[in-house]
């Protein structure tokens, strides 16, 4: 047992995390006792403990867990121990529970992670609907309906989307571009390893006196100021996740840029590299910026400082600015990597060259600039200073503009291919139906005298899950089902997966398309009860949205069966030509005996014999019996 | 391997398939009746938005089904690859300018009915302080509009015909002053004086909604606006007035004092 | 799954222990260019506290500092000469050790962290005798936050500079390896203008 506390692992970062706590108890009773609270009870008071441990625990946590094992010893000055690469890959279920540097096995964590979360916040939803099925429901209370929805969006936002596209990244981006991995492995795994935690806090929040934060994931100032205690687990989580995207993006950009394999220039990168490059920039400019709020709301909270404090000279619309500063480019840190796994699933599937494939990357680099300029087209109706509607507006509308460039691309992408209409492609096109209706609507929003009329009601929830499940949702299943072969070595099963398609694409649009009449049609967003007049549609909305949550069921049911049981998956199902396909499935440990040289383009399908990547010293062109090669690229690792 | 046949078809599919799109945006009965001038600008905005994007939506639903239907793998053909198409810069244009142009053509035109929505009008105008606080709403008719002592009252009734002004302000946190019949809402928000204009031009009682989360009680944060002629708009005054005795004094949610 | 990877490690394992050297395509030192990037979500950071202070002051138009409360120009001042004058010496130590003097890195690398430990403590100390609370005013909120925040990041960059200190001590680095010097250095640099910028905008103007 106590080499078990001393060597770094679960055991101890459980117990350091209890320590965490104490340590705030202790820190508390210090401060409290300084600050002259006079009579001894009042030194322990345990809201500001709760308060303080939502910062300690976790750090205490991951230092037990040994996330900083190897920086103290460097820190320290004392010897390092050479990377001896045991802790490299996983070969029981248990290496998925420890600090685990390889990109591979981080990937995976990641991935079934916020998977988990989907499943959670999703059972929220539910919860939801269950209230909203008739109105003046008494299923759950006001408050706690609005913790539902709060962190519904909270977890679905924060610990499904944007971790999972980082989690499916970490896998294939380093093969990809023919890095045995990422450049900061250690950071990588804590990246990982702060996403849990964030998760289980904004959960526990439920369980924190008072109830869970109830004030949206948008958390408004003044509102979240003298809100219980749940809120801090809200900030202090976010805190926590927006860390760890920052240093995963720093990690991706590092790794792109420094580790690309030899001939890989920018324009042979495929273009879910190109998506990540993008969405990284993003972050590394765009989050310092809601962890900035989130300390101007804590502070407020916990010290009494009067940032949003009206009476005191406070700004209260200045929250919203910083919070949307961040959040507009957040929803583009949601969609570009989708954008990324659509183009590779197209020009596989569709056994053509990505149409136009500069423009698809300029396009991106296009999105991350204007989606700086955008963020008060969700304040058009804040009473802000109205002239800044104006030019707001306008990159708004025509940041539209970039994204009908790659939908019109991918279209001509399909035209004259060969498609194979696969789970993967299924979700692919389904995708590019429902997000151009999303898309649409945010024009439509983006129109300031409608805007008026609809911000904030049931038409903002249509366009919010148009764009986020049929838009960052769909790309997210036809990623997981393109790289599953490649992750797991084992091929899902084709007829459930087209039933999964089928029957969430159908239930999609039943529970969501109803919601944009409701909101024009005057019902308010974040209300636990209704007017009479809209109870039909909410009750067929309701009965739509257990279906489609029963859906997610079939894809879990095939996911784990499969993984568990299903057939051994060859090296290059797809018949791809970018380079994570030229390795065995999965991958081997290190990625690759030799870095491969890359010759090529990554789309070339069609051209007889091209090549993309190759494992043969020597760079040959393009065009000279490369096909050949290309295959035995494949035989040599699947034997 | 495309045939003229199953192009023309499908042209002639999709533009059927626009017809009935636009038909229905016109049968659905998307939104509540309109009780202001500034609801038929919007109302017309959005059939304008829709007509607009119809088309847009069709044509890529189109292309996605042509291809799967006229491209999609046949047996004997699964190790072939489609022919090796790297871009064409005429069509890439046409796909950048034409967007754009549809879109500045849009947010212009929605930039005239935010205009013609917010423009002082030639004729009287009455304004309305409204106070927002957890959770309810409550009214002040300054003397420029009673013509006697301000009036505090949780009613709120406004001539038919006649711009009101509403100034809106916040006790607590914030709240939003939503009427939907009038399709015109703004955030209420301590600290700041908020306005918006409306000319009702329907006789009728329709809600008045708090649109923005104000805590537990923001889904019972309703009130009502009752559009009524001028001449029983002055007679509700009066009797409000006897009532409260022209005094206004502890109403709750006496608007804080400007800042 | 566990099969499968289990039976590459095995199949690999005897061509090769360790991963292949990853192929360099930048000239840029990884470790550098993650400071780099770093410094910009960093600056971020700034920026949003510094939007605070442009709604308080600007957009708002509140007068500054609060009315009847007075920021010490001069003595923050001086600790503007220290903090800058720390780095000097700092890029003193990095040439020391360029040269292979390894007397002048520790030395410098000492000097350095007593510079900043005086920077904080004047700082805690202006805290102490500046007669307003943050809690008072917006602009006292925003004077804590901003002064607050950048020394957080002096205190960062301290624990940075006591690292390489410690380690400069163990005899570590040398002419050919002085990345370690090096990107912590760039941080504390970073730290230093970002003081000049607060400190015009808060005390100065
Ligand atoms: C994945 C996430 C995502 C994405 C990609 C988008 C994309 C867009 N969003 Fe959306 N948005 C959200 C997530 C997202 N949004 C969320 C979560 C909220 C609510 C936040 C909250 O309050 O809780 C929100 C709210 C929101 C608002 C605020 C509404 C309000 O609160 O009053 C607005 C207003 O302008 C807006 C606009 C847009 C626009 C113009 C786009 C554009 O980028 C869309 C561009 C795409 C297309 C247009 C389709 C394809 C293009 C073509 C086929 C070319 C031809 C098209 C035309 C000519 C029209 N969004
Ligand atoms: C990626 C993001 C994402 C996703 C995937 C979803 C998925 C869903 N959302 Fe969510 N939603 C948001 C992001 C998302 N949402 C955001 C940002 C908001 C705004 C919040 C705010 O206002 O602050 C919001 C708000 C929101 C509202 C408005 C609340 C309100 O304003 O009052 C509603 C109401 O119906 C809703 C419903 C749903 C439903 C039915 C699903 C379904 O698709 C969920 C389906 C998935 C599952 C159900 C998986 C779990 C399934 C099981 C565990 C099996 C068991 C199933 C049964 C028991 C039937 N969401
Ligand atoms: Cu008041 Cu919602
Ligand atoms: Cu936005």
Not at chain 1, 72 to 98: C, I, Q, V
Not at chain 1, 296 to 302: A, H, K, T
Not at chain 1, 444 to 472: E, K, N, R, T, W
Not at chain 1, 494 to 518: D, Y
Request: glycine letters at 8%.
């Amino acid at each position: 047992m106590a080499a078990k506390l001393r060597a770094p692992g679960l055991y101890r970062a459980f117990f350091a995390f209890l320590l965490g706590i104490a340590f705030a108890a202790g820190l508390t009773w210090l401060v409290r006792m300084a600050t002259g609270h006079s009579t001894y009870h009042h030194f322990l008071s345990e809201e500001p403990i709760m308060a303080v441990s939502l910062i300690t625990a976790p750090i205490f946590f991951l230092v037990g867990l040994g996330g900083f094992d190897y920086w103290l010893y460097w820190a320290s000055g004392r010897p390092t121990r050479p990377e001896d690469h045991s802790s490299h890959g996983a070969h029981t279920w248990k290496d998925y529970f420890r600090i685990n540097t390889d990109h591979k096995v981080i990937g995976i964590q990641y991935t079934v992670t916020a998977f988990f979360f989907l499943f959670v916040g999703g059972l929220m939803a539910m919860l939801m609907r269950i209230q909203l099925a008739q109105p003046g429901a008494e299923f759950v209370s006001a408050n706690t309906y609005n913790g539902l929805f709060s962190v519904h969006a909270s977890l679905l936002i924060f610990l499904f989307v944007i971790p999972v596209f980082a989690g499916l990244a970490n896998y294939v981006l380093p093969l990809m571009i023919g890095a045995p991995d990422m450049a900061f492995p250690r950071l990588n795994a804590l990246s990982y390893w702060l996403l849990p935690l964030a998760g289980l806090m904004m959960l526990l929040s439920f369980a924190a006196p008072g109830g869970a934060f109830a004030d949206g994931w948008t958390a408004y100032a003044p509102l979240s100021i003298d809100a219980p205690i749940g809120q801090d687990f809200f900030s202090v989580g976010v805190q926590l996740a927006g860390a760890s995207s920052i240093m995963t993006a720093l990690n991706f950009l590092v790794t792109i840029i420094t580790m690309r394999a030899p001939g890989m220039s920018f324009f042979r990168m495929p273009l879910l590299v190109w998506a990540n490059f993008a969405t990284s920039l993003l972050v590394v400019i765009a989050t310092p910026f809601i962890a900035a709020s989130q300390f101007f709301v804590l502070l407020d909270r916990g010290l009494g400082f009067n940032f949003f404090d009206a009476g005191k000279g406070g700004d209260v619309l200045m929250y919203q600015h910083v919070f949307w500063f961040y959040s507009h480019p957040a929803v583009y840190i949601m969609m570009l990597p989708g954008f990324g796994i659509i183009s590779e699933i197209i020009a596989v599937k569709a056994r053509k060259p990505i149409f136009g494939y500069r423009m698809m990357a300029f396009s991106l680099l296009a999105i991350v600039g204007l989606g700086f300029t955008v963020w008060a087209h969700h304040m058009f109706t804040s009473g802000m200073a109205a002239w800044i509607r104006i030019p707001m507006a306008i990159t708004t509308a025509i940041i539209a503009v970039p994204t009908g460039i790659k939908i019109f691309s991918w279209l001509a992408t399909l035209w004259r291919g060969v498609l194979h209409l696969d789970t993967p492609m299924l979700f692919s096109l389904g995708f590019l139906a429902t997000f151009t209706l999303g898309g649409i609507s945010g024009v439509m929003l983006a129109m300031v005298a409608f805007d008026i009329h609809v911000s904030a009601s049931y038409f903002i929830v249509a366009h919010i899950h148009y764009v986020l499940f049929g838009g960052s949702l769909m790309t997210i299943f036809a990623g997981v089902y393109y790289w599953f072969p490649k992750m797991t070595g084992r091929m899902y099963d084709e007829r459930l997966g087209k039933w999964h398609f089928w029957s969430t694409f159908v239930l999609f649009n039943l529970t969501f398309g109803p919601m944009h009449i409701l909101g024009l049609q005057g019902m308010p967003r974040r209300v636990p009860t209704y007017a009479a007049k809209f109870a039909d549609l909410n009750m067929f909305i309701s009965i739509a949205s257990f279906g489609l949550g029963l859906t997610t069921l079939i894809f879990l049911y095939n996911m784990v069966t499969s993984w568990r049981g299903g057939p051994r998956a060859v090296a290059n199902p797809w018949r791809g030509l970018t380079i994570e396909w030229q390795v065995s499935s999965p991958p081997p440990v290190f990625n690759f005996d030799r870095i491969p040289t890359v010759v090529g383009s990554p789309y070339e399908y069609g051209v007889p014999g091209a090549v993309h990547g190759t494992f043969a010293p020597a760079p040959v062109p393009a065009t000279v019996g490369g096909a050949s090669r290309g295959s035995d690229v494949v035989h040599r690792h699947t034997e | 391997m495309v045939s003229r046949r199953s192009i023309v078809g499908t042209i002639a599919a999709a533009l059927i398939a626009t017809a009935i799109g636009i038909v229905l945006s016109y049968v659905i009965h998307w939104f509540p009746v309109q009780a202001s001038t500034q609801a038929h600008h919007t109302d017309t905005l959005y059939h304008v938005l829709v007509i607009a994007s119809v088309p847009i939506f069709v044509l890529v639903v189109t292309v996605i089904l042509y291809s799967v239907w006229q491209f999609r793998v046949k047996p004997g053909q699964e190790l072939e690859d489609g022919p090796p198409i790297h871009g064409n810069t005429r069509l890439e244009v046409i796909w950048t300018a034409i967007p754009a142009m549809i879109l500045l053509g849009l947010v212009s035109y929605s930039f005239v009915v935010l205009h013609e929505n917010e423009k002082k009008p030639a004729g009287p105008e009455m304004v309305v302080n409204v106070t927002g606080q957890q959770f309810a709403w409550s009214y002040e008719y300054p003397s420029s509009a009673t013509g006697g002592a301000p009036l505090k009252t949780t009613q709120l009734y406004v001539p038919d015909n006649e711009s009101v002004h509403f100034e809106i302000k916040s006790l607590d946190v914030i709240h939003a002053f939503w009427i939907p019949a009038f399709r015109l809402q703004i955030d209420a928000v301590p600290g700041i004086t908020t306005s918006y204009r409306a000319t009702p031009d329907r006789l009728g009682s329709y809600p008045v909604v708090c649109n923005l989360l104000c805590g537990v009680g923001h889904g019972l944060m309703r009130s009502t606006v009752h559009v009524v002629t001028p001449s029983a708009f002055q007679a509700w005054l009066k009797s409000r007035a006897s009532a409260s005795g022209g005094a206004s004094t502890g109403q709750p949610g006496a608007p804080a004092s400007a800042s | 799954m566990e099969a499968a990877s289990v039976a590459h490690a095995a199949a690999h394992d005897d061509h090769h222990h360790g991963p292949p050297v990853a192929h360099r395509s930048s000239r840029v030192e990884p470790q550098l260019l993650g400071m780099l990037l770093f410094i910009i979500s960093e600056v971020m950071v700034f920026g949003a506290f510094f939007t605070a202070y442009f709604f308080i002051r600007v957009a708002q138009g509140d007068a500054w500092p609060a009315p009847g409360t007075h920021l010490p120009l001069e003595v923050a001042g001086v600790n503007t000469a220290i903090l800058v004058s720390s780095s000097f010496t700092l890029h003193w130590a990095e040439q020391a050790l360029k040269k292979g003097n390894h007397f002048g890195l520790k030395a410098g690398m000492l000097t350095t962290f007593l510079l900043g430990c005086a920077f904080l403590f004047i700082q805690i100390n202006e805290y102490a005798n500046i007669g307003f609370a943050p809690q008072d005013t917006a602009q006292a909120t925003v004077f804590y936050s901003l002064t607050g925040l950048h020394g957080a990041h002096v205190f960062i960059g301290l624990v940075l500079l006591l690292i390489v200190t410690i380690r400069a001590f163990r005899g570590h680095y040398s002419p050919e390896e002085h990345r370690g010097v090096e990107v912590p250095g760039i941080y504390w640099h970073f730290v230093d203008i970002m003081w000049i910028v607060v400190y015009t905008t808060v005390y100065v103007i």
